[in-house]
Every structure is written in structure tokens, then in C-alpha cells.
């Protein structure tokens, strides 16, 4: 069983940068296909980005594309996240997710997809 702690938030401002990270222990990390979802009060968990386990495909949500970018490093057992021209409407607290790559549960793009969590950490872009 894989175990997740997400690191790298915090405040900026709008037009700023900021990234995160996702660090996996506990398991085979190259056996999992990887997400990165986020969560404002109130509201459910919103896809944000997907990896799949050799890195070789991406996935985003529209409003993200071209702003942000996942990668993974196998080697490390780590999962990035880079924000660049961050907007007020990305302020959320975000979540690591993790399935294993065998899983046909749904698509990649959906919380219900992914087995395991990170706690998440708070991202807060200021206008």
C-alpha cells in the first residue's frame, strides 16, 4: 500500500509560480498511475491533472492546460506539480492520488478512480 505526503504550498500572488510535490513511500511507485486533484469548501474533489505510470501520458483539465505541467521521477518516488501563472481560482487545497496501473476502475480524470491519498496542502493565490 502506497503512502502519500504532498508538499509545496503556500500563498502567491496572481501571475506567480509555485510547485508542488508528491512523495510516495510504502510501495513499488512505477506500479502506479498518478493524479493530482484539488478541493475548495463546499465543493467535491475537481481533477486537476493525471500521469500515467512511465510518464509517457498527460491529462489536465482545461482550465490548467498550459499553465501547469505534471511530471513524475520514478528513481525518486516523486510526483511534481508546476503552477505557473496561477489565478485566484486556483486557490484549493491539493490532493496526490494513486492507482495502481493493473486498475480499470474509470478513467484518470476521475476521483473515484484513485485508491490512495495524500492529506493534501493548501494552495492560496491572492488577487
Known amino acids: 500500500q502506497v503512502h502519500l505526503v504532498e508538499s509545496g504550498g503556500g500563498l502567491v500572488q496572481a501571475g506567480g509560480s509555485l510547485s508542488l510535490s508528491c512523495a510516495a513511500s510504502?510501495?513499488?511507485?512505477?506500479?502506479?498511475?498518478m493524479g493530482w486533484f484539488r478541493q475548495t469548501p463546499g465543493n467535491e474533489r475537481e481533477f486537476v491533472a493525471a500521469?500515467?505510470?512511465?510518464?509517457?501520458?498527460?491529462y489536465y483539465t482545461d482550465s490548467v492546460k498550459g499553465r501547469f505541467t505534471v511530471s513524475r521521477y520514478n528513481a525518486k518516488n516523486t510526483l511534481d506539480l508546476q503552477m505557473n501563472s496561477l489565478k485566484p481560482e486556483d486557490t484549493a487545497v491539493y490532493y496526490c492520488?494513486?492507482?495502481?496501473?493493473?486498475?480499470?476502475?474509470?478513467?484518470?480524470?476521475?476521483?473515484?478512480?484513485?485508491?490512495?491519498w495524500g492529506q493534501g496542502t493548501q494552495v492560496t493565490v491572492s488577487s
Open positions: 492520488a494513486a492507482r495502481l496501473r493493473s486498475s480499470t476502475i474509470g478513467p484518470l480524470t476521475t476521483a473515484n478512480a484513485f485508491n490512495y
Open positions: 510504502g510501495g513499488t511507485f512505477s506500479l502506479y498511475n
Open positions: 500521469i500515467t505510470w512511465s510518464g509517457g501520458t498527460t
